[in-house]
């Protein structure tokens, strides 16, 4: 990262001459040592991909982008976190690179299209904060279960700090240098804050600019500061501002470690071989100890057909025990015997459910059977009647008190009408009563046979009753 006043040759540093390869800044050459570092390895195969940012007036645009700066509001790409606390551009172009020359040729392309002004001091100053950001990735080829390290590279062009005194800016780029002054000294705050200890909270927030350092200044990196200044004394002021800044980096304490990537399809093949050779291991140890040879793959339809006709026999006891040569049988066995608990809990609930639904409808059919018989009995009265005439109810119970002594009632039922004596509907006792007896333990009368009694009434249809509820 480059930091200094406006014209102290921050990106000459960083970028170099565009007119001679010769004199390439810092980003070409760390890109073609990188190039030459990682086709030197051996065992690893890598992919790299860079892109480029600019932040202008707190907007941030895509110098890699398709259609270049056009179309570009400033408002498309947006900072996002991970939940690691790594940090991200939202949108922003990622350009994979195969050699050296394409990657300068991206960050050519990029340079050319920075926002570039003329003031008092610089003729070429930068009005804007640009980022060449690295990506690598590299996985061994040897072992393909080792996780895959993921590294990032920020090579920042900070904006030089502007007094408008010096600079003679106005209108628009007097406005450019109060966003650019704002930032620069958010970022001097933030270092500020990293330096003291028991510091909580960090304002990396405050600005685009420091929030898109969050990782780079005070986080799983390692940052290397180059402090550009003026030789001149008329910018001893910005100098010494400069190397009070620089002083405040020394004491960031960054705690860089390595960023490791699991790919899911990896650890699936990494455990698929692991379980193969633990099946292996385990047929060779049942050889040796003279144990038949087992399956390890699911059973098959036969399988567990042959397995629940065995625990049938078994819960039925026509079998004394279930032979069974591995744990794997013996937990498949277990669910059988599950589903067959299931099935059987099921049929009885069922039959529970079915009974109970019959059992409610059962008193509707007594009730019907009950007066269909009353009415046969009520027809059966009129027959008889009308060949022997019965006696009222009042002669039959002075009959009955003058045949007994002392006019105590008889305490054995008497037959009235023979053809009458024994009466019964069904099974169920819906219409359970001997007509023509009478029962004095009740208290009450024979109903006789009364010729006047032609019907039976329809209240008495299921109830059983001793007093005639019909006019007599």
């Given at each position: 990262?480059?930091?200094?006043?406006?014209?102290?040759?921050?990106?000459?540093t960083?970028?170099?001459?565009?007119?001679?390869?010769?004199?390439?800044?810092?980003?070409?050459?760390?890109i073609?040592?990188?190039?030459?570092?990682?086709?030197?390895?051996?065992?690893?195969?890598?992919?790299?991909?860079?892109?480029?940012?600019?932040?202008?007036?707190?907007?941030?645009?895509?110098l890699?982008?398709?259609?270049?700066?056009?179309?570009?509001?400033?408002?498309?790409?947006?900072?996002?976190?991970?939940?690691?606390?790594g940090?991200?551009?939202?949108?922003?172009?990622?350009?994979?690179?195969?050699?050296?020359?394409?990657?300068?040729n991206?960050?050519?392309?990029?340079?050319?299209?920075?926002?570039?002004?003329?003031?008092?001091?610089?003729?070429?100053?930068?009005?804007?904060?640009?980022?060449?950001?690295?990506?690598?990735?590299?996985?061994?080829?040897?072992?393909?279960?080792?996780?895959?390290?993921?590294?990032?590279?920020?090579?920042?062009?900070?904006?030089?700090?502007?007094?408008?005194?010096?600079?003679?800016?106005?209108?628009?780029?007097?406005k450019e240098?109060?966003?650019?002054?704002?930032?620069l000294?958010?970022?001097?705050?933030?270092?500020?804050a990293?330096?003291?200890?028991?510091?909580?909270?960090?304002?990396?927030?405050?600005?685009?600019?420091?929030?898109l350092l969050?990782?780079?200044?005070g986080?799983?990196?390692?940052?290397?500061?180059?402090?550009?200044?003026?030789?001149?004394?008329?910018?001893?002021?910005?100098?010494?501002?400069?190397?009070?800044?620089?002083?405040?980096?020394?004491?960031?304490?960054?705690?860089a470690?390595?960023?490791l990537?699991?790919?899911?399809?990896?650890?699936?093949?990494?455990?698929e071989?692991?379980?193969?050779?633990?099946?292996?291991?385990?047929?060779?140890?049942?050889?040796?100890?003279?144990?038949?040879?087992?399956?390890?793959?699911?059973?098959?339809?036969?399988?567990?057909?042959?397995?629940?006709?065995?625990?049938?026999?078994?819960?039925?006891?026509?079998?004394?025990?279930?032979?069974?040569?591995?744990?794997?049988?013996?937990?498949?066995?277990?669910?059988v015997?599950?589903?067959?608990?299931?099935?059987?809990?099921?049929?009885?609930?069922?039959?529970?459910?079915?009974?109970?639904?019959?059992?409610?409808?059962?008193?509707?059919?007594?009730?019907?059977?009950?007066?269909?018989?009353?009415?046969?009995?009520?027809?059966?009265?009129?027959a008889?009647?009308?060949?022997?005439?019965?006696?009222?109810?009042?002669?039959?119970?002075?009959?009955?008190?003058?045949?007994?002594?002392?006019?105590?009632?008889?305490?054995?039922?008497?037959?009235?009408?023979?053809?009458?004596?024994?009466?019964?509907?069904?099974?169920?006792?819906?219409?359970?009563?001997?007509?023509?007896?009478?029962?004095?333990?009740?208290?009450?009368?024979?109903?006789g046979?009364?010729?006047?009694?032609?019907?039976?009434?329809?209240?008495?249809?299921?109830?059983?009753?001793?007093?005639?509820?019909?006019?007599?």
């Open positions: 990262m480059a930091y200094g006043q406006t014209g102290a040759g921050k990106t000459y960083m970028c170099g001459s565009l007119r001679s390869f010769d004199l390439r800044g810092i980003i070409p050459r760390s073609s040592s990188l190039f030459s570092l990682l086709e030197e390895q051996t065992g690893i195969e890598f992919s790299l991909c860079v892109s480029y940012c600019e932040i202008y007036s707190e907007l941030i645009f895509d890699l982008a398709e259609g270049g700066l056009e179309g570009q509001t400033g408002t498309e790409l947006q900072i996002q976190e991970d939940s690691r606390g940090l991200s551009v939202r949108g922003l172009s990622q350009r994979p690179c195969g050699s050296v020359s394409e990657a300068l991206y960050f050519y392309l990029g340079s050319s299209l920075r926002s570039v002004s003329s003031h008092g001091i610089n003729s070429q100053s930068s009005r804007s904060h640009c980022i060449f950001t690295v990506y690598i990735q590299c996985k061994s080829t040897v072992n393909t279960a080792e996780a895959t390290k993921i590294s990032k590279l920020h090579f920042v062009d900070l904006a030089g700090c502007e007094r408008p005194k010096k600079t003679q800016t106005e209108g628009v780029l007097l240098s109060a966003f650019i002054n704002k930032s000294s958010f970022l001097e705050m933030v270092v500020v990293l330096g003291e200890k028991g510091r909580e909270h960090i304002p990396y927030r405050s600005t685009r600019l420091t929030h969050k990782d780079t200044i986080g799983n990196s390692n940052t290397c500061l180059i402090a550009n200044i003026w030789p001149e004394k008329e910018h001893l002021e910005e100098t010494l501002s400069t190397l009070r800044f620089s002083l405040r980096m020394m004491r960031v304490a960054n705690k470690v390595v960023n990537a699991v790919d899911p399809l990896d650890v699936v093949k990494r455990l071989k692991e379980v193969a050779r633990l099946k292996q291991e385990l047929q060779i140890s049942n050889a040796l100890l003279g144990k038949p040879p087992q399956s390890f793959e699911a059973p098959s339809p036969e399988e567990i057909e042959e397995m629940r006709k065995e625990a049938t026999l078994f819960l039925n006891g026509e079998q004394e025990a279930i032979p069974f040569s591995s744990l794997r049988k013996m937990e498949e066995l277990l669910h015997i599950r589903s067959i608990f299931q099935e059987t809990t099921a049929a009885i609930r069922r039959e529970a459910s079915y009974s109970g639904s019959v059992a409610a409808s059962v008193p509707h059919s007594e009730n019907s059977v009950g007066h269909q018989g009353a009415l046969e009995l009520a027809g059966n009265s009129k008889v009647g009308a060949t022997a005439p019965a006696k009222s109810v009042k002669e039959q119970s002075k009959a009955s008190q003058q045949g007994s002594p002392q006019g105590a009632p008889s305490l054995a039922p008497k037959p009235v009408q023979s053809e009458l004596q024994s009466t019964k509907l069904n099974s169920a006792g819906a219409f359970h009563s001997e007509v023509g007896y009478e029962d004095p333990s009740v208290g009450g009368h024979s109903l046979i009364d010729p006047d009694q032609s019907e039976i009434c329809h209240t008495q249809k299921a109830k059983e009753t001793r007093q005639p509820t019909c006019s007599e």
